[in-house]
């Protein structure tokens, strides 16, 4: 029991304090709360797993709601988005809620707050607004319209509901203290006119409540026990207390909100505007290019929703930002594909190979095992002829002993194949390699269980035959960020640190079984790296992602 106290982290201690004091364990309820203004990021993923993980280890409901409360950024598709992202990831809520399907509730509690004297119109600017804040050492000073009649007030939220005000000629304030040493609660806005349609309640409303207002109101009608958000939100907590105790009655439960921070991940970054930057400036093709945090990038890229919650789980959630390491997200789907990605063979640069002893015409159907970490992964087969392709860089002429692949006078063995000896390399007029002439030993084939198979050799290489090749649009994949923080320098553009060599296409020659692959599914190209067919791929055209290389090729760089 202790060592299970041990493992939970500060979030799941402060619910078990709470039901150790009393709380009704029926009554816990979660949410997870995202603005649909764009699409889901890895960031957002810590947050989805920790809300509808606290739903499953305590056997209680998960609200999906969006916070919806301004339309100039706000879309159904990215609605959509959202909730395909969250389903891809595993997780089912409870009830799917907007904070639009509460709009007439907000406006009739501020309606109340008007009356009870705790809101009132302001019809200043928002630069005079901010100017009278003060400062966080200076009390602000307040507004000449703070003193309004109520009659005044409510005549005139009234015309600002009903669009007979310009926009932002007025808003609607919460009056609190203006000396108040938490900035935020010097007469935060509540509400702001926008004669804007709103992707749910089209053109019904011209006044969108403020986010401070909508949330906690939104988290109190709903019935959530525990509101988790992350750090930045911390000063905000005793405003959110403060409108809840404006509208609650003695007996109903308040939500409690809690604060855990951020995880960034390095070589990226995950701030929708600037992934919205990445997207308008064109340097990426799509909130799903394949180079994108995105969740939708991810998916693209041949990332499981498994990799990504056990990435999660792995990084925790703690008190104090920091900067994730990359690698970290990387291992996380290379430990997963490894136990679950066919092994197939595919050539990105190929360098044929002639088997000069090897009977021209003849062909031959090896059996190779499909993933040597699933037993019941089955087997396949594989054309070989006397004609293959290898990597250009497993051949060398001349190379020194701690080389083990292919170069004149060695032997190497061909995966599920043979043992061959180069013998001749054939140049072009300039000198390049272009072909390699190899004799086989026709008493090693892989699996026939005779001496010479037995035989130890250093080096295997994977193959394919030329005659069966398919060729295959290649992408390339590799970190977006040529730094760890791209944000850092204050002085810079962070997209003066996009990494150039972020996407290389290429042709590649890949084995015949992958003619009949569907979108998404994830191969291991043996020796080289995780791939995934991307949505591009047909079946005249080939095109795969490249997920992640085999081991981390960025250690050292």
């Known amino acids: 029991m202790s060592e299970e106290k041990k493992s939970l982290n500060f979030i799941e201690q402060i619910i078990e304090t709470d039901l ?39 056997n209680a409901p998960v609200n999906l709601r969006f916070d919806d409360t301004n339309p100039i950024k706000e879309e159904s598709a990215y609605v959509n988005a959202i909730k395909k992202d969250v389903e891809w990831l595993g997780f089912e809520w409870s009830e799917e809620c907007y904070a639009s399907d509460y709009f007439q509730q907000l406006y009739e509690w501020a309606v109340e707050m008007i009356k009870k004297g705790q809101a009132y119109v302001d019809s200043q600017d928002s630069e005079k607004i901010a100017e009278q804040k003060g400062t966080p050492t200076e009390p602000g000073q307040p507004s000449p319209h703070r003193e309004r009649s109520v009659e005044d007030n409510l005549e005139l939220f009234e015309a600002m509901k009903n669009g007979l005000t310009e926009p932002r000629a007025h808003v609607l ?70 409108f809840i105790k404006c509208v609650s009655k003695e007996g109903e439960l308040e939500p409690k909100q809690r604060e855990f921070a951020r995880r960034n991940l390095s070589h990226t970054i995950v701030s929708k505007r600037k992934l919205l930057q990445l997207v308008e400036n064109n340097v990426v093709d799509s909130w799903d290019d394949p180079r994108m945090p995105t969740i939708s990038g991810l998916r693209r890229r041949g990332y499981t929703p498994a990799s990504i919650r056990n990435f999660a789980n792995d990084i925790g959630i703690g008190k104090r930002e920091n900067m994730i390491d990359v690698s970290r997200l990387e291992f996380s789907v290379r430990d997963d594909l490894n136990k679950t ?53 497993d051949f060398r002429e001349e190379a020194n002993r701690k080389f083990f692949r292919l170069k004149l006078g060695k032997e190497v063995r061909l995966k599920n194949a043979y043992f061959i000896k180069a013998e001749k390399a054939i140049k072009d007029d300039d000198g390049n390699i272009i072909e390699v ?27 394919v035959s030329v005659k069966h090749a398919k060729p295959a649009e290649v992408r390339l994949y590799d970190r977006l960020f040529t730094v760890d923080d791209p944000t850092a320098d204050k002085e810079k553009d962070f997209l003066d640190f996009v990494n150039p060599e972020s996407l290389k296409v290429i042709t590649a020659q890949v084995e015949p079984s992958l003619t009949s692959v569907k979108e998404l599914d994830k191969f291991q190209f043996q020796r080289i790296g995780y791939f995934c067919v991307d949505q591009d791929s047909t079946s005249d055209h080939l095109v795969f992602n490249r997920t992640v290389t085999l081991r981390d090729s960025w250690k050292g760089k």
């Open 20 to 58: 150790k004091e009393g709380f009704d364990k029926s009554k816990l309820k979660f949410r997870f709360p995202p603005e649909p203004n764009g699409y889901l990021h890895i960031g957002h993923a810590s947050s989805i797993c920790l809300n509808f993980g606290l739903g499953l280890r305590y």
């Open 341 to 393: 990605a066919p092994r197939v063979m595919a050539v990105l640069d190929p360098l044929k190979v002639v088997i000069t002893n090897y009977p021209e015409g003849k062909e031959e159907m090896l059996v190779a095992e499909n993933n040597p970490e699933d037993e019941n992964s089955g087997t396949r087969v594989l054309p070989f002829s006397r004609e293959i392709y290898i990597e250009k860089e």
């Open 173 to 242: 304030r919460a009056k609190i203290d203006m000396s108040s040493p938490n900035m935020l609660m010097r007469d935060p806005v509540m509400y702001r006119t926008l004669h804007q349609a709103h992707h749910r309640t089209e053109n019904d409303w011209c006044i969108y409540p403020m986010y401070d207002w909508a949330h906690g109101e939104s988290d109190f009608i709903e019935n959530i026990s525990h509101s988790f958000c992350t750090l930045e939100f911390q000063p905000h907590r005793e405003l959110y207390n403060w």
């Open 437 to 463: 002439h190899c004799t086989y030993d026709p008493e090693t084939k892989s699996g026939s269980g005779t001496e010479a198979s037995k035989r130890k050799v250093k080096g295997t290489l994977h193959w």
